[in-house]
């Protein structure tokens, strides 16, 4: 299977050049694509227009999949041509696209000036007694400076933030690949589910995952509901109380040890924000949620590491330690990748660590690995990538050893 759809590959890069939005040589334009509705507002009051515009524009391109403006029938002509000559809507450029058989589908896109850098986005559906979902898994970050010691992101090292195009954009490619065949108004959004699980750590990019997951729920945009946007995070404790303040979706907590030694190895920034503070901040963040809030529960989530957190002990600290929170908990088979320090815990030990917590009253699942044979399974969202991105960096660096010879040598 995956040699099939990694053949397919080059064809699909030149499909997809051709069915992205215009990449064109217009770096001065405001790109339209990743303004919440407040921003998109503010920016027609500045022309000059009625700030309803706003609404319009937004369901044209996050609903519509309209990248034209001549397309925007109800705009008058005058106000198209304007629009035309200042803004554009252009959604990060696909570099490479892999449709699996199985529905999952993974983009990786170049984000960035020039030669930029490459993010991934992974698309995966799944039926359930709730009906059919399509999950999609974005990215927030080109890399991370958390340096979790188990994922491969993390070891790439921070490189830039995504914007808020960029962010959005991935949500926009991944519905307009169901629509590209189908006439404007016929359109419909195929995504259900957002999960920012990609690479990054969504709360060190705030402003900018913060609009874009307005944008997620704004009804004029995708209205999406609250309860099917989650923000994953290692634990960046006063940014959780900033976004209990600023939006209601669901949390996720990359847990992955149950005391505070453990973590400090696993998940560095432990060291900083402690197990007791994360969780006072999780029962927090629970509490600012209403009735028809998305809070009623946070994720937990769990990679299981063979030999490292996966002892018996370790299920019955984890029952101490979330037994006054509301909880969830997801395990993680950990998804290897070159050079990683850890195996996967074998399938017993990850089942028996389940019933020791559905045994204590917890809702414990085990997450079913799927793409791997696209590389789309979780933690694995570099691969490829980073190879690429490591080479690109070497020739940069080549470059310039070459350019500082020629300079010396007058
Ligand atoms: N930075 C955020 C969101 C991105 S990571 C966070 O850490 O929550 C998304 C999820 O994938 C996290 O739970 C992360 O711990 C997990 N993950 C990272 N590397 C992994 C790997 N190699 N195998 C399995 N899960 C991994
Ligand atoms: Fe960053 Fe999350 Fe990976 Fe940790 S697990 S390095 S926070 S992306």
């Known amino acids: 299977m995956s040699t099939e759809v990694l053949a397919a590959s080059a064809t699909d890069v030149q499909q997809a050049s051709a069915s992205a939005p215009a990449q064109s040589n217009t770096a001065e334009k405001v790109n339209l694509l990743g303004m919440s509705r407040p921003q998109m507002e503010k920016f027609f009051e500045d022309l000059g ?44 450029e696909v570099v490479h696209k892999n449709y699996s058989k199985d529905g999952t589908r993974k983009w ?15 698309l995966i559906p799944a039926e359930d007694k709730t009906g059919s979902r399509k999950t999609l898994c974005i990215s927030s970050q080109v890399g991370c400076a958390l ?12 490189q830039r933030d995504l914007t808020q195009a960029e962010i959005i954009g991935q949500l926009w490619m991944a519905n307009y690949s169901y629509m590209e065949d189908v006439p404007v108004i016929e359109r419909e959004r195929s995504v259900t589910n957002v999960v920012m699980m990609g690479m990054g750590e969504p709360l060190l990019n705030y402003d900018a995952v913060l609009n874009a997951m307005r944008i997620m729920l704004d009804d004029f945009a995708y209205g999406m509901s609250k309860r099917r946007v989650t923000l994953s995070t290692s634990g960046v404790v006063p940014k959780i109380d900033q976004l209990a303040q600023d939006i209601d979706v669901a949390l996720a907590i990359s847990l992955h040890a149950t005391n505070n030694e453990l973590r400090d190895e696993l998940v560095p920034i432990n060291k900083k924000y402690p197990l007791e503070q994360l969780i006072a901040a999780c029962q927090r963040y629970i509490g600012k949620g209403g009735n028809e809030s998305a809070r009623k529960h946070v994720t937990i989530e769990y990679v299981m590491l063979d030999g490292v957190n996966d002892h018996p002990e370790h299920a019955q600290q984890m029952i101490k ?35 020791t917590l559905s045994d204590a009253g917890f809702v414990c699942t085990i997450r079913q690995t799927r793409g791997d044979d696209i590389d789309a399974a979780c933690g694995q969202l570099v691969g490829q990538v980073a190879d690429r991105t490591r080479r690109a960096e070497q020739w940069k660096k080549k470059v310039a050893a070459q350019n500082e010879i020629i300079r010396s040598q007058g």
């Open 49 to 92: 227009e009625k700030k309803f515009r706003a609404g319009q524009v937004m369901k044209w391109i996050h609903q519509f999949f309209v990248t034209d403006f001549a397309e925007m029938t109800n705009i008058s002509g005058k106000l198209r041509e304007k629009l035309e000559k200042i803004c554009e809507i252009k959604a990060p």
């Open 108 to 122: 990786v896109f170049r984000v960035g000036d020039g030669e930029g850098s490459l993010v991934e986005t992974v």
């Open 147 to 158: 340096d979790c010691s188990f994922c491969s992101t993390g070891k790439q090292g921070f």
């Open 321 to 355: 330690l979330l037994k006054n929170l509301p909880s969830k908990i997801n395990l993680i088979p950990f998804n290897p990748f070159p050079h990683a320090p850890y195996g996967r815990s074998s399938r017993n030990r990850i089942i028996s660590f389940q019933k």
